[in-house]
């Protein structure tokens, strides 16, 4: 139990464009998903926590208007990034947790966003 | 305060040896520390994890030791492997629906 899963897992795309990445918790209702972002050789950094059906929570220097989180039911949550740019490279990681009795964070297997 | 500590930055280990990785908080507020093990392009998966009413604990070859006075912990890998050549990150959060703060990893290789 506990699956993480996200979509795609690669994606290319032209500066300029947006570019939207599921998140789906298969096996359990997600109270709560996070989105992370990692560098090469870096540690993940977080990005935003959200719940279901409120706004997302961002940390401090990250820009709202640019990374929009939609978390409509308690299996999906969606990163878009908006008017990407090639700094928007990087590999995105979201993770969920809200499994009854369980607060431990299950995390997906990653995209890795390429902007060209 | 939110910060989490982690070393060494790289770690190099005999088959079959030891692998030793440390990490060190600063808010005491933190009362849950996983750790998690990273193969390259894959998401993190949680490997074990231990709450500050213990000093040890052991799931097969990998032991945390915790030390809640010198706001401490460390990971143990015993017998490493080949298999076990992955990126490790200690990390820690207060526990509940509440966000995970990350150390900044070690990248473990186990030669032969």
């Known amino acids: 139990g506990a699956v993480v899963s996200q979509h795609p897992s690669r994606v290319i795309c032209k500066s300029g464009t947006s570019v939207k990445i599921e998140c789906r918790s298969l096996d359990f209702q997600a109270t709560t998903m996070f989105w992370y972002r990692q560098f090469p050789k870096q540690s993940l950094m977080l990005m935003a926590t959200?719940?279901?059906?409120?706004?997302?929570?961002?940390e401090q220097g990250v820009e709202k208007d640019k990374f929009l989180i939609n978390h409509a039911s308690l299996t999906l949550s969606t990163l878009t990034v908006t008017s990407a740019h090639p700094e928007d490279s990087s590999f995105y990681i979201c993770?969920?947790?809200?499994?009854?009795?369980?607060?431990?964070?299950?995390f997906g297997p990653g995209t890795r966003l390429t902007v060209t | 305060q939110q910060q989490v500590k982690q070393s060494p930055q790289s770690l190099i280990v005999q088959k079959g040896g030891i692998s030793i990785i440390n990490c060190a908080y600063e808010?005491?507020?933190?009362?849950?520390f996983p750790w998690y093990q990273q193969f390259p392009g894959k998401g993190p998966a949680l490997l074990i994890a231990i709450r500050p009413d213990v000093s040890e604990k052991k799931e097969g070859r990998f032991t945390i030791s915790f030390n809640k006075s010198a706001k401490q912990f460390s990971l143990h890998i015993m017998d490493s492997q080949p298999g076990d050549s992955a990126t490790y990150f200690c990390a820690a959060s207060t526990g509940g629906y509440q966000k995970v703060t990350f150390g900044t990893g070690t990248k473990l290789q186990v030669i032969p």
């Open positions: 808010n005491t507020a933190f009362d849950y």
């Open positions: 993770s969920a947790t809200g499994l009854a009795g369980d607060y431990e964070q299950y």
């Open positions: 959200s719940n279901e059906g409120s706004k997302a929570t961002y």
